[in-house]
């Protein structure tokens, strides 16, 4: 026969302040989502009237020749890059709050290590792309020291 310690059965249970803390929790988060999504909106409208801009002003000036069309599908491209970039935060959140306000609303402990899930990837998510742009901002802060002290040279 196995022997279990009390670390190994012990359950947690949410008291009413917790539950209470976590539903305001999910309602927040559930709001940001929703502002997450149309902000992605917002950036997929740049994207197509970034390109429609910078290719009418490529062929506006002649003199940009193929730079300033080719430049507006850069520009687009870029644009929509960033919007699915940040679709997956804005997604977790919203799984995170929508599966926790079931799980509270059900009392369903499965339901609620879901949202806890989507939470988890959510700020994984956020913080592997911090130090992907911590990162770049210290190459860049390398790259224009060495290529300040090549040029004083």
């Given at each position: 026969?196995e ?18 803390f976590?539903?305001?929790t999910?309602?927040w ?18 994207a197509?009237?970034?390109?429609t ?17 080719s ?8 644009y ?6 940040y679709f ?16 509270l609303?059900t009392?369903?402990s499965?339901?609620?290590t879901?949202?806890f ?10 913080g ?10 210290l ?15």
């Amino acid at each position: 026969m196995e022997e279990h310690s009390v670390i190994e059965t012990f359950e947690m249970k949410l008291n009413e302040s917790a539950k209470d803390f976590l539903r305001e929790t999910a309602k927040w988060a559930y709001f940001l989502s929703i502002l997450g999504y149309i902000g992605i909106g917002f950036i997929i409208l740049a994207a197509l009237f970034a390109g429609t801009l910078f290719s009418a002003m490529g062929k506006m000036n002649p003199a940009m020749g193929m730079m300033g069309s080719s430049f507006g599908m850069a520009m687009a491209v870029v644009y929509l890059l960033i919007a699915a970039l940040y679709f997956f935060p804005v997604y977790y959140l919203n799984k995170f709050a929508s599966n926790a306000k079931a799980a509270l609303n059900t009392n369903d402990s499965e339901t609620l290590t879901t949202s806890f899930r989507y939470l988890k990837s959510h700020y994984k998510f956020i913080g592997i792309m911090t130090l992907v742009v911590f990162s770049l901002y210290l190459l860049m802060f390398v790259g224009m020291i060495i290529g300040r002290m090549a040029f004083s040279v």
